[in-house]
């Protein structure tokens, strides 16, 4: 079956019920997923697979929920995902690779390669920034990232560098 063979091939587990491996959780998960209305944090169809558990994840904070405010989950180390329609885990990409699934080729509208997020709300604007080492919601363009405070900033507001306020609770 070709969905077996693309996911093995890239070594990574096809969970599809088809493939006959005992990789069923993956399935599972993805199909409870479709069923529950999502992530109430992004809506993405390619779900991350917690590097060093296995664990097929919604997002990272709805880990880091269930979690109980545990161990932040380590998204810059996520290798691989697995598509909620075809269960096939593999590379993670901004689309499932899987030459028989139905989302195949269809890029999520932002992915991000550093931080593993997917985001598909075409209205909801998010970037990258490498100053902070995370994505964030917003314009680009309307933000500029302060060496000083650690963060971004809006461009149109005046701005007083507190130095490290990244991390400070307000």
């Known amino acids: 079956h070709t969905s077996a063979g693309f996911c093995h091939l890239q070594m990574a ?11 069923g959780d993956a399935a599972a998960t993805a199909t409870a997923y479709r069923r529950s209305g999502r992530c109430p944090h992004y809506r993405a169809w390619m779900l991350p697979v917690h590097p060093d558990t296995g664990a097929v994840e919604a997002c990272r904070l709805c880990h880091e929920e269930q979690d109980g405010g545990g161990a932040a989950f380590p998204r810059h180390r996520v290798r691989e995902a697995v598509c909620a329609f075809c269960a096939c885990a593999q590379p993670c990409g901004a689309a499932c690779a899987n030459p028989e699934c139905c989302a195949r080729g269809r890029a999520h509208a932002y992915y991000c390669p550093t931080c593993r ?3 598909d709300d075409p209205h909801r604007q998010i970037y990258h920034c490498d100053g902070c080492g995370l994505c964030r919601v917003g314009r680009r363009e309307q933000y500029v990232h302060c060496d000083q405070c650690g963060m971004c900033v809006p461009k149109a507001a005046p701005h007083v560098c507190w130095g490290s306020m990244r991390d400070a609770r307000c």
């Not at 096809?14 to 990789?23: E, F, K, N, S």
């Open 13 to 23: 587990q096809c969970a599809a019920p088809h493939d006959g491996d005992g990789h």
């Open 117 to 119: 997020l997917w985001e």
